[in-house]
């Protein structure tokens, strides 16, 4: 099925100049790259996407991590992307990620894991419209 899904590339992907590179993982699985921009996360925006983890002790350094620089964010759609970006991406810790995957391949640790992908298609929906406001059905 066509699906539509939200990718933030996080501040150290900026930072080390590994955008173009993470974007061609994405294109090499024949996704699209359907809209982009480049924006710092507001205190309220960072709260509500990360409402799952804001009571976690970690949440903190995630913060500081997630507003030391801009993030890249981008609609990326095709067949069950969904589902295929996360396993693009790898495993929420680097560390325990396949080798091939994005994080496997560049992340460093669990607090500097480059990227987010969307975890299931209600989401996408709902994250896609914080960041890019309401789309056509
Ligand atoms: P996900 O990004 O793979 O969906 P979540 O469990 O939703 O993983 O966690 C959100 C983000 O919070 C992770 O991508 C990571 O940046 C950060 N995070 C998760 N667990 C930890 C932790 O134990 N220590 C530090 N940061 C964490």
Sequence with gaps: MNEHTLIIIKPDGLQRHLVGKILQYFEDANLNIDQCYIDTMTDDVLRAHY?????????????????????FFAIISGENAVARVRAIEGNTDPLKAERGTIRSDFGTSLNYNLVHGSDSVEHAKVEIARFFGPQPA
């Design 51 to 71: 409402s799952q983890v804001v009571d976690k002790p970690f949440f903190p350094e995630l913060k500081t991590y997630m507003q030391s620089g801009p993030c």
